[in-house]
Every structure is written in structure tokens, then in C-alpha cells.
């Protein structure tokens, strides 16, 4: 009878093992796809007093979003498409909420939270505040 039961258990493991094996890979191929690194943007429209940010691949595919509307680059560095989708999830959880194409309402709160979080904000609109400290000598 234990004969029977290890037999059992050997197939049942092997089973188990196959049907893990393509979890596995699959998942596997999920994970492989890697984001590519390309620009994160900041942008300021005058007009309708609102930042924009976003992602692009390349500079080309900034440039000609710049020309296509009255917008002013505030700054850009390098990053993932993966830090957009952190940063509006992340301004979601403060309660900034968004309109379309990933346009917010300017004010100061937005901007802080943004320099804060390592966005690309750029010195224009927001200077950083200095604590001046003096020491005095009795």
C-alpha cells in the first residue's frame, strides 16, 4: 500500500511541477518587458494657467509636442514611463486629480508636491525656499 502512495505523490509532484514550470515562464515574460528609459517632461501653458507632464521616447517626439501647442518646457530629465504612472498615482493619493492628457491646475501646492517627488520642475516657477541662519556672537 505505501508502494502505491509514493507512485501516487511522484506523479502528483511531478504534475505539480509542470504546471508550476509554466507560471513560471509565464510571469516571466510579463517581467521581461522591460520600459525604456526616455524623458520626463514638465510643461507650462500661460493660456490656461496649467502644467502638463508626461513621457516621451525621444527628443523629436518632444520637440514636435512643443510646436504643436503654446506650451513652455519647464525642464526634463531622463526617466521610465513607469515614474509617470508613480507620479500620478502618487498626486492622486494627495488629492491632485488631473483633467485630460495629464493636465493639472497650476498653483504652488503642485508644484512643491512635484519638486518634492524628484519631477522636473525647472527654477522658473518655483524657487526653492533658503534658510538663512546667522549666528551672533554675545
Known sequence: MKFLNTKKNKMILKKLNKEYRKFISSSLNLASQK???????????????????????????????LLQGDLILLDKKKGKKQDLNLLIKTLNELDINFTSKLNFRYSNNLIRHLSTLGWPVGRSLYKRRRIKKELSFA
Do not use: H, P, Q
Request: net charge positive; no cysteine; aromatic share 16%.
Open 35 to 65: 520600459s525604456k528609459f526616455g524623458i520626463v517632461y514638465t510643461l507650462y501653458s500661460d493660456r490656461f494657467n496649467s502644467i502638463e507632464v508626461g513621457f516621451a521616447e525621444n527628443d523629436k517626439i518632444l520637440k514636435n509636442k
